[in-house]
């Protein structure tokens, strides 16, 4: 059994079943990303556009591809007909490209709105008030071909641990806030992405429905 099959295998074993694991195979060549397939795992994460693009046509058409990563604008149209969820919308002009693009093709689009819950400033991200503002326009509400099933976060690169468990926490309260007032009918609004290979059990422990985890998987980059 290899490497990556034993580490699906366990952290399988310490994730519930409710929760979604998302391989990150971003940078990982194709034949290893074909291994964790085999071993059963269906969810990919990328985040370039341009690496998803090269992949997917060399892997088994049932993969769901996520794309995770800084997604600009003019990129949208190359990723709208397959993608399965793109968690890192973080502006309108995105979602409203996303829209248009998904629109032309007939398509719904799942979306994650990517929250700023970090320290680092070069993290991307809305603030829950421009979220709040942007749900109440009457733009927004025009959009009909994007499905916004809840929020991403990337917590501050740190050690500690009481910072990054601050961070998931409120944005689980975000989350939770946003549901209550703004997608109360809305069923598809329920996740929370958020925990990667070095901090995925106190996202757990914060309510996170999908982890994203790549070198726990496919070892260091």
Known sequence: MSDIVTNIIKLRSQIPESVRLVAVSKTKPVNQILEAYNAGQKCFGENRVQEILLKKDLLPSDIEWHLIGHLQSNKVKYVVPFISLIHSVDSFKLLSSINSGASD???????????????????????????????????????????ICGVMGMATYTSDIKQVQKEFRYLTECFNNLKRVYFISNPFFKEISMGMSGDYKIALNEGSTILRIGSLIFGER
């Open 105 to 147: 093709i007939k398509r719904v689009v799942d979306c994650l709105l990517q929250i700023h819950i970090a320290r680092e400033e070069t993290k991307f991200g809305f603030t829950r008030k421009e979220i709040e503002e942007m749900v109440l326009s009457a733009e927004f509400s025009n959009l009909n071909n994007i499905r």
